[in-house]
């Protein structure tokens, strides 16, 4: 079946402005994840969905960043005036159960200017 | 928080050769080890995983082992093949409320052929 989804793959934007990421996660999966990874470094915990229960926003750098879930299935993350740090690849996971292994997408590379 | 910590940073190794990657965490209270490959550009995939009630899981030509007492993991690879290059991460977590990954700082391994 169709694996994590992440668009767009790539996106380029001008310091200050506002992106939005999305991902699609495996069908019936009710854990979502995100993770930013910075060049040439490992993966960074940055939000955590479970069904309908509260987020866990304990990864989140900054209040520029948020995350919702529609419906129990798409994410969205937000990032508002993006900074040059936020240059990285925003990878999004899901999985079965809060338990189960997590599925990466192929993530979304951001470079802010 | 945890921390994990991951050695070594490259590694180079003749085909056919052994390769070992040590990982160690900080929070006694994690149970849950994966192991993810990513090649270059791609997303990260889980090729093996353990959990604290175990100490050595293998997959063909992959281990992991793990020492809780000492609080480190290893990934083990025999028989090394030139597709086995890619990025090695390392990661824990404490598998209960949410299945958030801390990862180490990657491997990045070349196989000569």
């Known amino acids: 079946g169709a694996g994590v989804s992440q668009s767009p793959s790539n996106k380029v934007t001008e310091k200050g402005k506002d992106v939005e990421l999305r991902c699609d996660p495996i069908s019936g999966h009710t854990a979502l994840y995100w993770y930013r990874q910075s060049l040439g470094q490992g993966l960074e915990f940055l939000i955590y969905f479970q069904g309908n229960s509260a987020p866990d926003k304990s990864g989140l750098p900054s209040d520029r960043f948020s995350a919702e879930r529609t419906g129990g299935s798409v994410s969205t993350l937000t990032i508002q005036r993006t900074q040059q740090e936020d240059s990285a690849v925003y990878l999004c996971?899901?999985?079965?159960?809060?338990?189960?292994?997590?599925?990466f997408g192929a993530g979304t590379r951001l470079s802010v200017l | 928080g945890e921390n994990v910590e991951q050695h070594p940073s490259t590694l180079s190794v003749q085909e056919g050769d052994s390769a070992v990657i040590k990982c160690t965490y900080s929070d006694s209270a994690s149970n849950y080890f994966p192991w993810y490959k990513q090649e270059l550009g791609k997303r990260p995939q889980l090729i093996i995983d353990i959990r604290s009630n175990v100490g050595e899981k293998k997959d063909q030509r992959i281990a992991v082992t793990l020492n809780k007492t000492a609080k480190h993991f290893s990934l083990h690879i025999t028989e090394t093949q030139p597709e086995d290059s890619a990025v090695y991460f390392c990661?824990?977590?404490?598998?209960?409320?949410?299945?958030?990954?801390?990862f180490g700082g990657g491997t990045r391994l070349m196989v000569k052929p």
């Open positions: 996971a899901s999985s079965p159960d809060p338990k189960g292994i997590q599925y």
């Open positions: 990661a824990a977590s404490m598998g209960n409320a949410g299945n958030m990954l801390t």
